[in-house]
């Protein structure tokens, strides 16, 4: 089946640091790709996505890159702010029906 | 405001005394969800919605029933809850275009915070 692996966290970053979180998948066919975020006491949202290979999404100075043949979605920012702390979830949208699989989360933290 | 809502936000019970949550959207989306979130586990689909009367289940739907009578409302519904339902639960909804719905964006309620003693 379908499954998503994402890097270990917490993640703690100064402020203008760089910032990767690792995101890899397993699926059959041919799987859009997701970063939702969530934000303290809130929902999940929608942070960027790429619906084929070597399409690149990007929001609010965050991108990542669907790579078919190392099978992941890394997501990055150049430079994080303290307004970026939140738990970052990679996701797998894989089937006709729209169903999502996500990665455990990873927290980002990220101090003045 | 195009929104997910779901009531209520918190809620703590006892094993045994049937709930159910409430979820509503009125983007007029054909598909809706409902998943739960749990510590290093991410977020687990329980139960979804294809359209009014047309229901399945997701990844983990023991213990858990849900209908759809209306396009707008989804409600979770907790027969018999156990401690092992506490949880923190996401209702979802998406347009469902026919041969898209793998591409489309899923829209997140805020979350219902369930303990159940």
Redesign the interface.
Known sequence: GNSVTQMEGPVTLSEEAFLTINCTYTATGYPSLFWYVQYPGEGLQLLLKATKADDKGSNKGFEATYRKETTSFHLEKGSVQVSDSAVYFCALGGTSYGKLTFGQGTILTVHP | EAQ?TQNPRYLITVTGKKLTVTCSQNMNHE?M?W?RQDP??????IY?S?NVEVT?K?DVPEGYKVSRKEKRNFPLILESPSPNQTSLY?C?S?P?TS?R??????Y????TRLLVL
């Open positions: 997910v598909y969800s998943y290093g586990l991410g977020l687990r689909q979804y294809m399945d997701g996401f979802a998406s469902g041969g719905a793998r591409q489309e964006t899923q997140f309620g805020p979350g």
